[in-house]
C-alpha cells in the first residue's frame, strides 16, 4: 500500500512534532459559545496562538497498521519557526531535522539516510507545504492560514465547524474548534479523487505556563479501505530552555530516494 506502508515513516516524523509544556493542566470544557460569526471565531482562535521560543519532549507513539500495533518513545526539540530534531530513545538510533529549507533523516541500523525539500510531503497531503505550515499542523494550529480566505460556520458535534466558502478542486480542508477554549478539536484534508483522506484530531488540550497546547493527538491516514493510526502522548515537556539541535549525516550512508 503506497500512501501508508511506503510513506509511513515520514507520517511518522511529521506527526510527533506536537508541542506540549511542564507544569500542565488539562483543560476541560467550560461555558459553550454557539453565538459568534466565523469571523469572531478565527479572531478568538487566533488570541490562543502558542508563544514561546523552545519547547522540549519525550513523545510516547503508537502506530496502529490493522491488527498490527508498534510502539515508540522519541526525544522532540523544537526550536520555533526555524527547526524541529526527533531523536529515537534510548540512543539515537534514528534522527531527523526539519528546517524551512529541507527535511533530513538517517537511520544508523541501516546506515541510509533521506534528504529532500518539501515536495515529498507536498505529495502526501496533495498541496504545497512549507515549514510554517508543518510546524502549525504539529502545535494544534491550523494548516492553512484562516484570515487569507473567506470562511463560513455551522454548529457540528457540539463544536464550531469552519470551511472554506469554496473550496478547492484537488482536496477538500475542514475544521472543528471548541466552542469555549477555541483551539482546534479536529482538522481534515479529504482528496475525493484520490481516495484519501487525513484527519488530525486534538484529543485533549492543556495549559502551560499560559500557553495552550494539545495534550494527546491522534492522526489518522486513510487511503482507499486501508487505514493507519498514529496515537501520540506527550511527557517530560519543558518551554523556553537553551537547547542544542546536533545532526550530521555520517559519512558513508547510502542515499535512499522516496
Do not use: W
Not at 141 to 166: G, R
Amino acid at each position: 500500500m503506497d500512501f501508508l506502508k511506503k510513506h509511513s515513516y515520514i507520517l511518522l516524523v511529521i506527526s510527533i512534532l506536537l508541542a506540549n509544556c511542564k507544569s500542565s493542566k488539562t483543560i476541560s470544557s467550560g461555558h459553550a459559545n454557539f453565538d459568534l460569526s466565523a469571523k469572531q471565531v478565527i479572531k478568538e482562535n487566533a488570541k490562543k496562538t502558542p508563544d514561546f521560543k523552545t519547547l522540549a519532549s519525550r513523545v510516547k507513539i503508537d502506530i496502529i497498521e490493522g491488527e498490527k500495533v508498534k510502539g515508540y518513545t522519541v526525544n522532540m526539540r523544537l526550536e520555533k519557526d526555524k527547526k524541529i530534531l526527533l531523536m529515537s530513545t534510548p540512543i539515537s538510533i534514528v534522527k531527523a531535522l526539519i528546517t524551512p529549507d529541507k527535511v533530513s533523516f538517517y537511520n544508523k541500523l541501516d546506515n541510509t539516510f533521506f534528504e529532500g525539500d518539501y515536495a515529498y510531503l507536498s505529495g502526501l497531503l496533495g498541496t504545497d507545504l512549507d515549514f510554517q505550515k508543518v510546524q502549525n499542523l504539529l502545535i494544534g494550529e491550523a494548516l492553512f492560514n484562516l484570515k487569507e480566505e473567506p470562511y463560513k460556520v455551522s454548529i457540528h458535534e457540539e463544536a464550531y465547524a469552519l470551511q472554506p466558502k469554496n473550496q478547492l478542486d484537488i482536496f477538500e480542508i475542514f475544521y472543528l474548534l471548541n466552542p469555549s477554549h477555541f483551539k482546534i478539536k479536529s482538522q481534515q484534508i479529504s482528496q475525493p479523487n484520490e481516495f484519501r483522506h487525513l484527519q488530525i484530531d486534538y484529543i485533549a488540550h492543556q495549559e502551560i505556563e499560559k500557553q495552550v497546547l494539545p495534550e494527546r493527538i491522534k492522526v489518522i491516514a486513510v487511503e482507499a479501505n486501508e487505514e493507519m493510526v498514529l496515537d501520540l502522548e506527550f511527557k517530560g515537556v519543558s518551554l523556553n530552555e537553551n537547547l542544542r539541535f546536533p545532526f550530521k549525516i555520517p559519512s558513508g550512508y547510502n542515499e535512499i530516494k522516496l
